[in-house]
Nanobody
Framework: QVQLVESGGGSVQAGESLTLSCVVS????????LAWFREAPGKQREGVAG???????TYGESVKGRFTVLRDNRKKILSLQMTNLQMEDTAKYFC?????????????????????WGQGTQVTVSS
């Protein structure tokens, strides 16, 4: 069992920044793949950013250059630093864990690779 608990969501204005955190506990391996996804009303789940055990990150096109994903394997914390937030970033953000190596896979497009998910934290961006 792996537990993931997100925090750090809130309401901000466009252009502001926010950092989300995800604390991982349980049967977590430093080699596990961790990622952030988001869900907005009326939209499909979207992969935001992912990072492997060595710290290699990948980002969705809509957040490249604005979001940074980091992980601390010792503290078992995944974070998402979000800058220049826009109204279209409004969504519930989830962290997820996959036990698989992502070589040859698309970690932000294949959410069925993840077997544990957090409950999510809401981010609301207003103009």
């Amino acid at each position: 069992q792996v537990q993931l608990v997100e925090s750090g969501g809130g309401s901000v204005q466009a252009g502001e920044s926010l950092t989300l955190s995800c604390v991982v506990s349980g049967n977590f391996d430093g080699g596990d793949y961790l990622a952030w996804f988001r869900e907005a009303p009326g939209k499909q789940r979207e992969g935001v950013a992912g990072i492997d055990g060595l710290g290699t990150a990948t980002y969705g096109e809509s957040v490249k250059g604005r979001f940074t994903v980091l992980r601390d394997n010792r503290k078992k914390i995944l974070s998402l630093q979000m800058t220049n937030l826009q109204m279209e970033d409004t969504a519930k953000y989830f962290c997820a864990r996959s036990p698989y190596s992502m070589g040859g896979r698309r970690p932000l497009q294949e959410d069925d690779l993840y077997n544990y998910w957090g409950q999510g934290t809401q981010v609301t961006v207003s103009s």
